[in-house]
């Protein structure tokens, strides 16, 4: 489901010099169905200029409490809107909102609204690690309000730290978030997620390899990264990911483990999504096997289950959640590997049905809980199966918390 379509996006776009990056929020908003009103503030017009709101968004910017046609701009814009995202957030803009302070349009409606807002503060480091915006960003968060912490790199000036506006794929996101009704349900997580097949190699050139394309491992990754979690992307294909997301590139099942091995301990959540060999060759031949050398005999042995080592060495406090790729039987076989490698959940795809499984955009899945629980997600894309074992994910946590 688009939770964009028809929905009241309010755009604020306050007085930095990322304020050039709101033009792409914009865009991806009302690209996403959403209709956008823009309110810049005047300091905002000092970095972009109005025409190229006006020109993206929904209708014509708002720029003053005076200058609209409607004499209460900010009262229609607050009780409109669904969700109020200000991107990029100055230190002037949240010491405003989190005092009460109404001196301008933004800031008045701001105040005058009952929507979820979204805050993306951009700011040199020095200003952002200021007690007084950190206490501020302490209340604003005290009270609902959803800030998307900004980002390490380059700042204006050269210097580089953080305070760089996060991307706008995470701005976007997190306002997809609220109007889906999740919000950032995942903020403080720390996730780890395996995607692609492994490469075994046979020689110098030649691999025992896969199918898997990735897509699946990357959209769990993704959604995870929307939802507010912190994410490490263990992978052995080389797709572009989100920035904010932290790419482990391995090709091996043995690279796979130690890589999963470094990171699952401190991890809430760990998904291998992966298709990792089941065999490798015993001897990996130096060079390239001549042909001239007649066909070789290549000796093959069990790789390490990565996932059974996993649920053996199980923090408490951490879902373990494995992928079933299967033929037939295809959940009698997966509550098997569930129960074998200690699961709290397993996500089984039946791999002969059209559309499902290796290579393609789109899945459909069964997702098996330890509880016994089952739930069919009928073909969709993978964005849309990963939101579901996401989903699924915070419910085993917040079942285990009412414990
Ligand atoms: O990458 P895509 O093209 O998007 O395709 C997605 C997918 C089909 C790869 C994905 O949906 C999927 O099914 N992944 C699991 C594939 C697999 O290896 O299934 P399995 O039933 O053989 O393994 C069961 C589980 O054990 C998996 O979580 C696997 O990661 C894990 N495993 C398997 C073998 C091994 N040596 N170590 C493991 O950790």
Redesign the pocket.
């Known amino acids: 489901m688009n939770a964009f379509r028809d929905r009241r996006v309010v755009l604020g776009v306050s007085g930095g010099i990322a304020a050039y990056k709101a033009v792409e929020v914009c865009r991806r908003l009302v690209d996403a169905g959403a209709f956008v009103s823009t309110i810049l503030t005047e300091d905002a017009h000092r970095f972009i200029g109005p025409v190229t709101f006006s020109a993206l968004s929904s209708e014509p910017v708002h720029t003053s409490l005076w200058d609209d046609a409607s004499p209460i701009p900010h009262t229609r814009l607050g009780q409109n809107a669904d969700v109020i995202v200000v991107a990029p957030a100055t230190a002037r803009i949240i010491a405003a909102y989190a005092t009460g302070s109404s001196y301008d349009l933004l800031t008045a409606t701001l105040i005058a609204t009952r929507a979820p807002v979204v805050i993306c503060p951009a700011m040199h480091t020095e200003m952002w690690e200021h007690p007084a915006v950190q206490h501020n960003i302490a209340v604003l968060r005290s009270r609902g309000v959803i800030v998307v912490d900004p980002q390490e790199g380059r700042l204006a000036g050269g210097d580089v730290g953080a305070g760089r506006l996060a991307d706008p794929d995470t701005i976007v996101g997190a306002v997809e978030g609220v109007l889906s009704g999740r919000g950032r349900d995942m903020e403080g997580m720390n996730i780890t997620v395996?995607?692609?097949?492994t490469r075994e190699p046979i020689d110098a050139v030649r691999v025992i390899a896969n199918?898997?394309?990735?897509?699946?491992?990357y959209a769990i990754a993704e959604e995870a990264h929307k939802r507010g979690a912190s994410v490490t992307l263990i992978s052995t294909v080389d797709r572009p990911t989100l920035p904010g997301i932290s790419l482990v590139e391995v090709e091996t099942?043995a690279q796979m483990l130690q890589a999963v091995e470094t990171h699952a301990p401190a991890s809430h959540v760990v998904v291998?999504?992966?298709?990792?060999?089941?065999f490798r060759p015993v001897h990996t031949a130096d060079g390239k096997i001549k042909k001239q050398n007649g066909i070789p005999e290549i000796a093959l042995e069990a790789?390490?289950?990565?996932?059974?080592a996993l649920g053996t060495a199980k923090p408490e406090h951490q879902v373990l959640v494995?992928?079933?790729?299967?033929t037939n039987d295809v959940v009698e076989n997966a509550r098997g590997?569930l129960k074998r490698?200690n699961l709290d959940l397993i996500?089984a795809?039946d791999?002969s049905a059209p559309g499902v499984?290796?290579?393609?955009s789109t899945?459909a899945v069964t997702i098996i809980s330890a509880d016994g629980s089952e739930t069919f997600v009928p073909l969709a894309d993978?964005h849309s199966i990963a939101t579901a074992v996401l989903d699924s994910v915070v419910a085993v946590r917040s079942a285990r918390r009412s414990q």
């Open positions: 395996t995607a692609g097949g199918r898997s394309s990735g897509k699946q491992g099942a291998m999504t992966a298709a990792v060999a089941d790789t390490p289950d990565i996932l059974a494995g992928f079933a790729a299967e590997k490698k996500v795809n791999v499984g290796f290579g393609h899945n993978k």
